[in-house]
């Protein structure tokens, strides 16, 4: 089973700044690895697929790079929405499909 | 837009069966693009992959359930269930359905229903 580990496990981040989140596999999953953000009461909601794509609708304020077995995704000025917890997800090496266990990004 | 909505009993007791069905609207049941999900979230913690179901019924299950686990769609309804039989207080859990988009080298989840909190208490 792959394990994805991300950190910071918080961060806090001021509106307007950058945010930088870090997935760690355990193996190389090459880029196949996905990004969601999830807000209480909210489903989850896909950003980021093949490692760097972003998804319909996503804001271009949204990055995320990496191969391999590190990956980042950046939010590149934050927004009042985007206050939230990030997972990562693997689907090279699978079944199990595997999530990080979550960035909370808060507000400074 | 596809929209999945996620139902089914929020209590049960221990040793019994969870189950619970996910009703997909704007979005055809039957294409060959999607696997129909399960994933769960137990109070703070991370998300947790259950499995999936295609529409054609054929199923793929987390290891680490799968003796526990079936999962079944019916196509006329456009819904899919799971059950999870002899649950215990870990299965308590924040329940989603999800839609997964598959492809030769993709495999990730487009659309999420809501969730449904599963408590299992006596």
């Known amino acids: 089973e792959v394990l994805l580990t991300q950190s910071p496990v918080t961060l806090s981040v001021s509106p307007g700044e950058r945010a930088t989140l870090s997935c760690r596999a355990s193996q190389s999953v090459s880029n196949s690895l996905a990004w969601y953000q999830h807000t209480p009461g909210q489903p989850p909601r896909l950003l980021i697929y093949?490692?760097?794509i972003r998804a319909t609708g996503v804001p271009a304020r949204f990055s995320g790079s990496g191969s391999g077995t590190e990956f980042t995704l950046t939010i590149s000025s934050l927004q009042s929405e985007d206050f939230a917890v990030y997972y990562c997800q693997q689907y090279e090496d699978w079944p199990p499909v595997t999530f990080g266990g979550g960035t909370k990004v808060e507000i400074k | 837009q596809v929209q999945l909505q996620e139902s089914g009993p929020g209590l049960v007791k221990p040793s019994q069966a969870l189950s619970l069905t996910c009703t997909v609207s704007g979005a055809l049941i039957r294409r060959d693009d999607y696997f129909w999900t399960w994933i769960r979230q137990p109070p703070g913690k991370g998300l947790e992959w259950m499995g999936y179901?295609?529409?054609?019924?054929?199923?793929n299950y987390n290891p680490s359930l799968e003796s526990r686990l079936s999962l079944s769609v019916d196509t006329s309804k456009s819904q899919f269930s799971l059950k999870l039989t002899s649950v215990t207080a870990a299965d308590t859990a924040v329940y989603f359905c999800a839609r997964g988009y598959r492809s030769n080298i993709e495999y990730y989840l487009d659309s999420w229903g809501q969730g449904t909190l599963v408590t299992v208490s006596s």
């Open positions: 179901i295609y529409y054609s019924g054929s199923t």
């Open positions: 093949g490692a760097s």
